[in-house]
T-cell receptor, first 112, second 109 residues
């Protein structure tokens, strides 16, 4: 089954404790992206990747890092999480930025 | 970042009624997209528009890419209970995507 998976689905952590949210897709997609969704703000793009080893900042990259060592994986790293990073995070992938994006199920993060 | 103004913020309609929502931007987009998000899930693409003036249908859904490339609308005809959800517009500029704030749709049977 073609899908985008994210782990964990729910995470509660404390300020400053490094964490990684994984994202994996099995569709051989080149383009992958991370978004955060906050009430009243819609989805905002954090980082995106056009292909392996190619990553770029989105609209709200501060406080986040990403890597794209393999085509199927695009982890989101929070080196020192802060409470304002409490949010719902979505990973998405597509064959190119022009094509349909498939979204993962979301990761709900609470930073205390 | 670029701002997408989506309206209305929420709608409560009777089953069978038509629905219209729109999105405007301060900037030009190359692509306009419309997504639907059900509770607890990620957005799912409904319609993609690639050219100014383009009018595209997907079943009971119709969307248009505005001539100025700064706006788009989505119409849903003869609404049914499963149309309930949050609808998002999105625009693509270069390799980046920008989303509207969403329209929450409630359909009353």
């Amino acid at each position: 089954e073609a899908q985008v998976t994210q782990n964990p689905r729910y995470l509660i952590t404390v300020t400053g404790k490094k964490l990684t949210v994984t994202c994996s897709q099995n569709m051989n997609h080149e383009y992958m992206s991370w978004y955060r969704q906050d009430p009243g703000l819609g989805l905002r793009q954090i980082y995106y990747s056009m292909n392996v080893e190619v990553t770029d900042k989105g609209d709200v990259p501060e406080g986040y890092k990403v890597s794209r060592k393999e085509k199927r994986n695009f982890p989101l790293i929070l080196e020192s999480p802060s409470p304002n990073q409490t949010s719902l995070y979505f990973c998405a992938s597509s064959h190119g930025q022009q094509e349909t994006q498939y979204f993962g199920p979301g990761t709900r993060l609470l930073v205390l | 970042g670029q701002q997408l103004n989506q309206s209305p913020q929420s709608m409560f309609i009777q089953e069978g009624e038509d629905v219209s929502m729109n999105c405007t931007s301060s900037s030009i987009f190359n692509t306009w997209l419309w997504y639907k998000q059900d509770p607890g899930e990620g957005p799912v693409l409904l319609i993609a528009l690639y050219k100014a003036g383009e009018l595209t249908s997907n079943g009971r859904l119709t969307a248009q890419f505005g001539i100025t490339r700064k706006d788009s609308f989505l119409n849903i005809s003869a609404s049914i209970p499963s149309d309930v959800g949050i609808y998002f517009c999105a625009g693509r500029a270069g390799n980046q995507f920008y989303f509207g704030t969403g329209t929450s749709l409630t359909v009353i049977p």
